[in-house]
């Protein structure tokens, strides 16, 4: 990290993202697309905080969520204290920080135990604890209002700078503000010796201990600074929607987090925010094209795990060493990555074709109605339709297996190329 | 002379098996101090008992005038010892430097700071910048410490070992598995890296011992069967009937 | 002292159901060293196979082809999925097994569909054998027991006394020295996957028409199974057993004596406000939080006893 | 460690395009219908999907609203999570949809009551009306009632009202069991079920009053059939639903126990196909509904008849949740009775208006927006003449009156304060 950066190579991504993040409500300028994108902004912050475990701390966690809902309980509770003159008024704006700090204590006081051990019996421990406290939201009426969750209204007390933080606007510039700030803070983490030794302790925790560290302590403390900005994303949630319920302490946000910090890439920084992307944005549009949506993640989760470990921010990163020395290496890949894309495409159209003919057949069995599928409109009880997608997804994942050691081939030159001038 | 290191009949047994069976060994400062012994004769054990890795049974560790004995590992190590291991044992995913760094963090006083850039402290880079250079791995300070090849991985393993500024340097046979060439670049290393320090090393390969070491010891079975200076160890018949007279290489 | 010997039959009865769930992931952890999230969804594959077949030809055909199926299927995601994972390391395994779960409940919601499925105790079983203390207990409950016994009798006698457990136990603590041999390990492992999730299958056939059979079903049993196996020490099948056994008995006694949170902390003084934000503390009992007890089981032994019980190693 | 991956960022927002499609300007009145269309429960969507299509088709054969414009149903997927249901009202919002209707999870409806009371309070001329076809948290006509939202089921005090009624004459009942679930609406059966019991079946002793875990987490319901024996209890009353009901029936079945259960949720479809048929049966359950398809009176009239059958061959499922059919029937009313489709207006149409269904009238109570009419509690019986029917299957069960809850008996005080605009 001595190369001498000029200040564009080395700020140019966060002055891009900040503008990024600026221009997008005008280009989006929807209610539902300006929420989408608030939420995005609060689980970019839940993923990268949740891949300070993962990625930075090789912890895997079955039960980050707590945080997240935690959080996000006491930032209700706390507005409407402040509405019933109960608390002190804090700004809106640094509910975030607040909300960390909640994180950060239940993290600090959990975290001491989960995090004795490394692997599959932290794991395991993240389990328990996320199903006891699941359990406890529902029984606790009286704190957590069970499945219902708790309701507030954030526009509260004065309104510093004419900001109310009743338009939906507002907040999404509260949250672009936090985004910001949190990944740059989670950022220099990284560089920090705690950030190194979190690395060191992921890779190897036996030799951490014998140059001079305590592997739980540092664990321990990833632990405790992740769910400070789990809590501070859980904040931001909350305030975004005005609402929490047992949903974000559950399972189901602990899994979610877990699959958009993996598509994502848990081996690179930015790996978290491209997978919080497109998750949220698949999230929120798939559903209103296809009933199966869960199935096409879940099937994208284990073709990551399997096909491409580091995610799509390791694909990305794969052709770093080619560009860094000549971008003009990349242009004979275009030909065979074509090709495999497209062999790749067509067997997903044969594959989402069969999914969509059986969730018709059983979801819909008294009502005859025809179906379309990519545009096409069929009878789904013929075996034409059913025979027919067979055929493009066998002709699909045929073309994938001669596709595939093309493009690797491709790939595998271009990097010779490149360490070969590299070398020079 | 002052003891740097000193064992007082240290047991170790793993269920009903005793692997260390009263050792008694004391090693001076300042001083090049072998350990040989044939397979299983419990050498690596006996590091992992001085070096916190598993608590001994009975008896005594002492560093210097510290009580070190079943303490954890970190303890042992901030209290001025470090070691190197037998299998490279080095942070894969991470590069050269950064495990240098890693390795000199703590002793420079960076502990668990999570406030300020490593990149940013001279010490660190003072110390790692002449730990490469003394390991010879300066123009490959950006690899990933899983791509070195196999010699550079163990001199990365000194490094690891070293940059903390330990001056009790426990080594695990560091030559193991190198070609000629390697060890005798090898045996310079060490050389250089424990002067002014108190080095112990357990190795397989004798040209490698008698050329450094002042002191020799043999364990076998356990047990410590003689100590000297290698001209006395090669000439006692108790280790050539126990040791050299059947593995001797 | 009859109510209690009566709760303890009855934990006991639920204890040997929570064996016979957890036997195939104890073993394929044992062997393989795999924490496969996935079980309780192979248990539920063998629920549904054992409906459809049934449907068809009846439960006792069901009862044999349903687990192979399982097992085959078992072995295919093994083969073809976790095999190439295996390099990643174990955590890239249980990660593997996790979204395997998540997919096999959305393909079992296609199939199937999402209302639960019919799938009944047979004729032949649905009778009542014996009756205590006002429950009638069914010949089919009585089989179920037999079968877990029989299941943990013929896995310790498999692993212990057969070539083939020496072989496998061998491969597990030195896979190049077996290969050496002339054993095809990856075959091997292969095998013992499909089997422990056959395993899986037998206990979906035998409990889905007790549980229910739907496609959450995975989902709420997964959490459970874990609990008992790591519990237990992972990789024990003693340990399993004794570790369900434990937790059927805990659950159970826990409703039969239900003990309320609030007697505890006023006999040790401390009184809950009735209206304020923590009465639901006062207002819970053993009985309601009996779910609940096999998590902190678990979160305790974890802490204090990492290898569970009878394990031989850490998790 | 570099941060360059994020120029992807731009790659995967350029799709972005697809969440802000422009709903065409068409001269239909919309319904945004928000339920789970995927995610563990799916099914109920589906059906209520298939329910309000057909209704509105049944409404658009015979001349539509307004003098022949179309009702349009526009399904709106929350996947079960509460957030996702405030997120499809937005998109409801942008595509100019002005009613909604949600009914499967009182949080949602909570949600979608909450968002509107600000929505429509900060943009008048964006007015939202939400019809709540199932959503059952008392206090949303209590404390929470708002002038934008009109229920079509009965409340949980008013079922629970209902089923005290009849336990209360039933002279087999004296000593009753209770067991619910440990979350907002288990509770909220409990604290009602001890009230109404005090008031309307003074002589019936309550022997056990027990909560549980929610949500299948409870797998071995032996312990608490063991209790209900031991208890001498002759009736069981639950509000359970969903696993917690089918296991807590299938092990009352298996264990031989036989006192009826007294149930709410007992004839959904996922309940019955659960615990199957026979076991319904020898356990005996019963349910409180509006209406099921063996009442003497839901054969009477052949408008009826006919409405339904069609629904039996549309759908390939028996009747058992008529009230989809009030909430676009008596929606088309009033939409007709105000003239317009303002949502404002539609919402005053609605209040007072009367509906006949084949149980009898169909009130909206105008101070708090409730839907008053009299419930049926049947009891399951293989000995019927229409069996229950799920996608053209046959569950060789079906439905046999015990007896009728009149409306006046189910009418409760509210303690709604409704603002208008």
Redesign the interface.
């Known amino acids: 990290m001595t190369a001498p950066g000029t200040f564009v190579a080395r700020y140019g991504i966060w002055i891009f993202g900040a503008v990024l993040l600026l221009i997008m409500p005008h280009v989006f300028t929807s209610s539902f697309a300006l929420n989408l994108m608030s939420q995005m902004g609060v689980l970019i912050i839940f993923s990268l905080a949740y891949n300070m475990l993962l990625g930075q701390g090789g912890m895997l966690s079955f039960g980050h969520a707590i945080y997240f809902g935690l959080a996000g309980y006491f930032t209700i509770h706390y507005l409407n204290f402040v509405y019933d003159d109960i608390a002190p008024y804090i700004p809106v704006s640094l509910f975030p920080l607040l909300g960390g700090c909640v994180g950060l204590f239940f993290g600090t006081l959990v975290g001491y135990v989960s995090t004795r051990r490394a692997g599959t019996t932290f794991a395991m421990i993240s389990l328990g604890f996320g199903e006891m406290v699941t359990a406890l939201t529902l029984i606790l009426v009286a704190i957590f209002n069970g499945e219902d969750g708790i309701q507030t209204d954030r526009v509260v007390g004065p309104e510093p700078l004419g900001i109310s933080y009743g338009p939906n606007i507002e907040v999404y510039y509260l949250i672009a503000v936090w985004v910001l700030v949190a990944a740059a803070a989670m950022y220099a983490l990284t560089k920090t010796p705690f950030g190194r030794m979190s690395n060191a302790v992921r890779d190897n925790p036996e030799r951490t201990e014998f140059i001079g560290y305590n592997s739980q302590r540092i664990r321990w403390l990833a632990f405790a600074l992740s769910s400070f900005f789990a809590g501070l994303a859980g904040s931001l949630h909350a305030i975004n929607f005005e609402h929490v319920g047992f949903e974000q302490v559950s399972a189901l946000t602990s899994g979610l987090v877990l699959f958009m910090a993996y598509i994502g890439g848990v081996g690179h920084f930015a790996g978290p925010v491209i997978g919080a992307v497109l998750i949220t944005f698949l999230n929120g549009t798939l559903t209103t094209y296809t009933e199966a949506w869960q199935l096409y993640l879940g099937v994208l989760f284990v073709a990551v795990i399997m096909f491409f470990p580091g995610g799509l921010a390791g694909l990305i990163i794969m052709h770093q060493p080619i560009w860094r020395i000549d971008t003009r290496l990349l242009a004979p890949l275009t030909v065979p990555y074509l090709l495999f894309i497209g062999a790749l495409l067509v067997s997903l159209i044969g594959f989402i074709g069969l999914v969509e003919l059986l969730i018709y057949k059983t979801s819909r069995l008294g009502a005859a109605h025809d179906l379309t599928i990519f545009g096409i409109t069929m009878d789904p009880s013929g075996v034409v339709p059913w025979i027919s997608f067979a055929i493009v997804m066998a002709v699909g994942v045929y073309a994938i297996r001669k596709a595939f050691p093309v493009a690797a081939g491709a790939w595998n030159t271009a990097i010779d190329q490149a360490r070969a001038r590299a070398a020079q | 002379m002052n003891a740097a290191l000193q064992l007082k009949d240290v047991h170790k047994s793993f269920g009903k098996t005793e692997i260390i069976r009263g050792v008694d060994l004391e090693i001076r400062e300042g001083e090049r101090h072998a350990v040989i012994g044939p397979n299983g004769a419990g050498k690596s054990t006996l590091y992992n008992l001085i070096s916190g890795r598993f608590p001994v049974s009975s008896g005594a560790i002492r560093l210097r005038d510290q009580d070190i004995t079943n303490r954890s590992a970190f303890e042992i190590n901030r209290a001025g010892l470090c070691r190197s291991f037998q299998v490279t044992n080095l942070f894969h995913r991470m590069s050269v430097l950064d495990n240098v760094r890693c390795g000199a963090l703590f002793s420079l006083g960076h502990k668990y700071a999570f406030w300020k850039f490593v990149s940013r402290q001279k010490d660190v880079a003072e110390r790692a910048d002449d730990i490469l250079e003394r390991i010879g791995l300066s123009g490959k300070r950006d690899w990933p410490a899983g791509m070195l090849s196999y010699a550079d991985q163990r001199a990365l393993e000194l490094g690891v070992t070293i940059a903390g500024g330990g001056d009790v340097i426990l080594l695990d046979e560091p030559t193991a598995g190198m070609s000629h060439s390697e060890i005798a670049q090898a045996v310079a290393l060490i050389r250089r890296i424990s002067t002014g320090k108190t080095l112990m090393i357990v190795e397989h390969d004798m040209g490698v011992v008698f050329d450094l070491a002042d002191r020799i010891s043999v364990l076998v079975y356990g047990e410590v069967i003689a100590t000297g200076t290698p001209e006395e160890i090669r000439n006692s018949a108790q280790v050539k009937e126990a040791y050299l007279g059947t593995e001797a290489t | 002292m009859e109510s209690f010997i009566f709760a303890l039959f009855n934990g006991v009865l639920y204890g040997m159901l929570l064996f016979m769930l957890a036997s195939g992931l104890t073993l394929i952890f044992s062997m393989m060293g795999v924490l496969n999230f996935a079980h309780a969804s192979f248990f539920m594959l063998g629920a549904y196979f054992a409906y459809s077949i049934s449907t068809y030809v009846g439960f006792w055909p069901a009862l044999i082809v349903a687990p192979l199926i399982v097992g085959v299927v078992g072995a295919l995601v093994e083969r073809y999925g976790l095999r190439p994972v295996h390099s990643y390391g174990h955590v890239a395994e249980l990660l593997f097994t996790f979204g395997i779960a998540y997919v096999i409940e959305e393909i079992v919601k296609m199939i199937w569909g999402q209302v639960p499925v019919p799938y009944d105790i047979p004729e032949s079983l649905n009778f009542t054998l014996f009756a205590w203390a006002g429950l009638d207990y069914s010949a089919y409950r009585v089989f179920m027991l037999l079968v877990s016994v029989g299941i943990f009798v013929a896995l310790f006698a498999l692993l212990t006394k057969t070539r083939i457990g020496l072989i496998i136990r061998a491969a597990v603590s030195d896979p190049t020295h077996v290969a050496t041999l002339g054993h095809d390990v990856p075959t091997i492992f292969m095998w013992t996957f499909g089997f422990g999730c056959a395993l899986a299958g037998v206990a979906g056939v035998l409990g889905g028409n007790v549980l229910g059979t739907e496609p959450a079903m995975a989902l709420q049993l997964g959490p459970i199974v874990f609990v008992v196996i790591v519990v237990g020490g992972l990789g024990s099948l003693g340990g399993a057993l004794i570790a369900a056994l434990l937790i059927g008995i805990i659950q159970t006694m826990a409703i039969f004596y239900d003990f309320g949170i609030n007697a505890a902390l006023l006999a040790v003084g401390i009184e809950i406000d009735a209206a304020g934000m923590f009465r639901d503390f006062a207002r819970i009992t053993t009985a309601q939080a009996s779910p609940v007890i096999p998590y902190l089981l678990l979160v305790l032994m974890l802490i204090f006893r990492p290898r569970g019980m009878f394990g031989t190693r850490d998790v | ?10 790659l ?2 350029v ?2 395009g ?3 499609v422009v709903a065409k300007a068409e001269d239909t009145v919309k319904i945004g219908l928000i339920e789970p ?7 109920v969507g ?1 059906d209520t999907l ?1 329910g309000f299509e057909y209704y509105a088709d049944y409404v658009n054969a015979r001349g539509g609203v307004l003098g022949g414009r179309q009702i349009e149903i526009v399904p709106l ?1 929350n ?1 079960m ?4 249901t ?2 499809q009202l ?2 409801a ?2 595509d100019g949809i002005r009613f909604v209707s949600q009914g499967v ?3 949602h409806a ?2 979608i009551i ?1 968002f509107l009371g ?1 929505h429509n309070r ?1 943009n008048p001329d964006e007015s939202i009306l939400f019809l709540n076809h199932s959503a059952v ?1 008392t206090s949303f006509t209590n404390e929470l009632c708002s002038f934008w939202h009109v229920r079509f089921d009965a409340n949980v005090d008013m079922k629970v009202a209902a089923l005290a009624t009849q336990i209360g004459r039933d002279p087999s009942v004296s000593k009753l069991y209770m067991l619910n679930q ?4 288990g ?1 909220a059966f409990q604290s009602a079920a001890q009230q109404f019991l005090g008031e309307r079946a003074p002589n019936v002793e309550l022997v056990g009053d ?11 319901f ?6 209900i ?2 208890s001498g209890a002759d009736t069981v009353l639950t509000g359970n639903w969903g ?1 917690d009901l ?2 807590f029936v ?1 092990a009352a079945a ?4 036989q006192t009826p259960f007294y149930t709410i949720y007992g004839g959904l ?2 309940s019955i ?7 319904g049966v020898a356990v005996g359950i019963k349910q409180i509904t509006e209406m099921h398809e063996n009442d003497a009176n839901f054969n009477g009239t052949p408008e009826f008849e006919e409405m339904n059958n069609g629904w039996t061959e ?4 028996s009747m058992y949740s008529e009230r989809l059919g009030w909430v676009v029937l008596m929606f088309a009313m009033a939409v007709d009775k105000a003239g317009t489709d303002d949502p404002a207006a539609v919402a005053a149409a609605f209040e007072g208006l009367t509906y006949e269904g084949p149980g009898g009238a169909v009130t909206i109570r105008a101070e708090d927006h409730q839907a008053h009419f009299p419930m049926v509690i049947s009891t399951m019986s293989d000995q019927v003449e229409r069996p229950f029917l ?4 046959s ?1 060789g069960v079906g439905w046999q009156t015990d007896a009728w809850v009149t409306a006046d008996e189910l009418t409760l005080p509210t303690t709604c304060d409704m603002k208008r605009p």
Do not use: C, H, W
């Open positions: 460690m570099k941060f360059r991956g994020i120029a992807a960022f731009l995967i927002l799709p972005f697809f969440a802000s269309f995927s995610g563990p429960i799916a099914a589906r298939e997927d996947a999570n509460a957030e996702k405030t997120q937005r998109k919002i942008d999870g009182s949080n909570l949600n909450k600000k900060r948290t440990n979350y907002a609406y509770q027990e909560l549980i875990v929610p949500f299948g987490k409870v797998l071995d032996t312990p608490y059939i063991a209790k024996k031991a696993p089918v296991r299938k298996a264990s031989g126990l479809p996922s196909a659960g615990f199957g048929g026979k076991d549309y759908s390939g499922k799920y996608n053209n299957e569950f």
